[in-house]
Structures are given as C-alpha cells and as structure tokens.
C-alpha cells in the first residue's frame, strides 16, 4: 500500500490558528534619546565621534569604526538628499495601493547614514537621486516618539 | 555574578517603566497564521473516537499494533498495513500528578495524568489522559503503576472528534 499524499491541510482533520507572539520593542539608550528629541521638540539628532569626525544618524553608543564610546550630539537639522527611491504600489501587508507611494533612503546632511521614509507633496516622475529634501513632522500633540513623527520628507523649493 | 563582574552592564528596565511610560516602546503581534493538519492516520483516531472507538494500525512485518495510529512503521521503514480496533480499556504504564491546568492555571484538586497502554495494542502502545476516581496520597505513594483502567466517554452527541471526547480513564472493577 502506498500512503496517499495530502495537498491540502483542509482535507482532513485540520486547526487554523494565529501565535500570539506578542512584543514589545525598546529603542535602547540613543534610540530613546533621539526619538525623545523628535517626540518633544521636532529635532534630529547625531552622535559625533570626533576622533573619525563622523556623524552617525541615528545615533549609536558607539563609533563603528573605532568602537569609541560617542558622547557628543549634534543637532542635524532636517534637511537631506534622496540617496535612492523606489515606489510602491503595494503596503506593507501586500495590498494594492490605490496611490502609489514613494519611498527613499534619505541621507541628512552632513551625516553618515539616515533613514528610509516616505516623500510626500512631490510626483513620482519629479524625484530623482540627489533630490534636496527635508523632513515634515506631526504636529506636537500628535507625536509618539517613533519614526512615523516624520509624515514625510518633502522637496526644498 | 562572579568576582570580576560585579554588576551587569545595561539599563535595566521595569515593568513601571513600561506602564508609566517613561521609556519609548514598539508593540507589535507578528502576523503569525498556521494551519495544522493531524494527517491521515491521527485523523481517522479522532473520527473513531466520535463514534466511541479506539483505532491503532498495525504493521504486518514486525506485527505491531500501533496506537495512536501511524502511517509508517518507524521499526521496519514501511507504510503500516491495516486498520484495528481495539479496545478503550488498558494499563497505567506511567503517570504523574499535575498541580497545573491544560492552561497552565494553578490546580485547587491536582489531577493524575498517565499513558495508558491500550488493551488490544502492543506493549507500550497507548495515549497520554487524565485519570479520575484515584486517591491522590495512593498516586503520591506510587501505588498506580499497572493499575487497570477504563475510558470514560462523553455522551455520543457531545462528541466532536478529539481527545476529549474521552473525558478520563477511571479504575476498571475487574469482573468477579
């Protein structure tokens, strides 16, 4: 005899189920102070590592390059430059998007580093690598202390 | 800790912490979704056991009579052979007293839990269940070992087909 094969678990007796893998996620030491910045006061901030005159965004501890502790942090500013792009037509969940959304690799000026967000009050035709940017916030009340503060980054006129 | 560590680095955090608010968190519930199939053998047991019966394979090369059933003789690398009842009475092989529920509840009563090796089925065959109708300080002493027990069936239009349509073993009155 052989052992039949089973394609389909809903075939024979089957349970559908959903893991309550629940968490909660800290930011860590910098993370919390740099999203605190942007929660209370609308502000970007580096961590400095004057001995390799780097500017991490977001802040680290330490410099990756020569694992000194960084103690110093600079305000950035929030303005940057569209390092790449793509758009999206799809969210996060693989649903269609009834108006695409265009997301970047934002680099703040005078940084190492920056963050992926969206851009928002351009075309998608009008973007374009090396675009001048600059980050749109939440108005106060609204703010929780997390990346989506930033609505969006938009064109420098 | 040890004598060079005296402390460990870090920030640690409290559950006040969290509630006040005082540090940043993310929550988040992964969209973890499964589908779970009890495959061809486990699900004709389940079926047998709405009708209140127990069903093992057996294996015709190494004559094992399997319980719960399988597909595939893991003793002879072949596909099991037939289908058999046998029968919802048996022997505690193995047990333990359980002072915490299914849901991991603390217990007011604990309960006996045991592997009862089916009467029918070959020698250490048999199912993981609860035991009623023992004396818990009897259990504490070991004294269940062997003990002959009998299966405890939901009535038949309560059953839906699961292990729990058995609700427990209980002590078997041997006839005469």
């Given at each position: 005899m052989s052992i039949e094969k089973i394609r389909d678990p809903r075939d024979i007796k089957h349970w559908f189920g959903n893991m309550e893998a629940d968490y909660i996620y800290t930011l860590g030491v910098?993370?919390?102070?740099?999203?605190?910045?942007?929660?209370?006061?609308a502000k970007i901030f580096g961590a400095k590592c004057k001995k390799c005159n780097i500017i991490y965004v977001p802040p680290r501890m330490y410099c990756e390059?020569?694992?000194?502790?960084?103690?110093?942090?600079?305000?950035?500013?929030?303005?940057?430059t569209v390092?790449?792009?793509?758009?999206?037509?799809v969210d996060e969940n693989g649903n269609h998007l009834e108006k695409p959304e265009i997301w970047a690799f934002i680099k703040i000026n005078g940084t190492e580093g920056g963050?992926?967000?969206?851009?928002?009050?351009?075309?998608?035709?009008?973007?374009?690598?090396?675009?001048?940017?600059?980050a749109v916030f939440k108005e106060k009340e609204q703010r929780t202390g997390s990346i989506t503060d930033i609505l969006y980054f938009k064109p420098i006129e | 800790m040890s004598e060079k560590i005296k402390e460990y680095p870090g920030h640690p955090l409290k559950a006040e912490d969290f509630k006040e608010g005082k540090?940043?968190?993310?929550?988040?519930?992964?969209n973890a979704k499964y589908a779970w199939s009890a495959g061809i053998a486990v699900s004709r047991f389940l079926k047998e056991l709405k009708n209140g019966r127990i069903i093992a394979r057996k294996c015709n090369k190494c004559g094992r009579i399997m319980v719960p059933p399988r597909m595939f003789c893991e003793w002879c690398f072949k596909p099991t052979d037939e289908w058999v009842y046998v029968k919802d009475t048996g022997r505690i092989i193995t047990y333990s007293i359980s002072y915490?529920?299914?849901?991991?509840?603390r217990l007011e009563k604990p309960m006996v839990v045991a592997v009862i090796e089916i009467d029918g089925a070959s020698k250490n065959m048999g199912i993981l269940h609860k035991v009623e109708?023992?004396?818990?300080?009897?259990?504490k002493d070991g004294k269940l070992f062997g003990m002959r027990v009998k299966a405890v069936w939901k009535p038949p239009e309560e059953r839906e087909g699961a292990i729990t349509d058995?609700?427990?073993?209980?002590?078997?009155?041997e006839e005469g």
């Open positions: 910098a993370g919390e102070r740099f999203f605190r910045e942007i929660k209370e006061n390059r020569c694992f000194e502790e960084l103690e110093e942090w600079i305000e950035v500013g929030s303005r940057g390092y790449t792009f793509t758009i999206a037509y963050f992926i967000h969206k851009l928002g009050e351009v075309k998608a035709e009008d973007v374009y690598i090396g675009m001048e940017v600059e | 540090v940043l968190t993310t929550k988040w519930r992964p915490i529920s299914a849901e991991r509840g109708g023992v004396d818990i300080e009897e259990a058995i609700l427990y073993f209980k002590p078997l009155e």
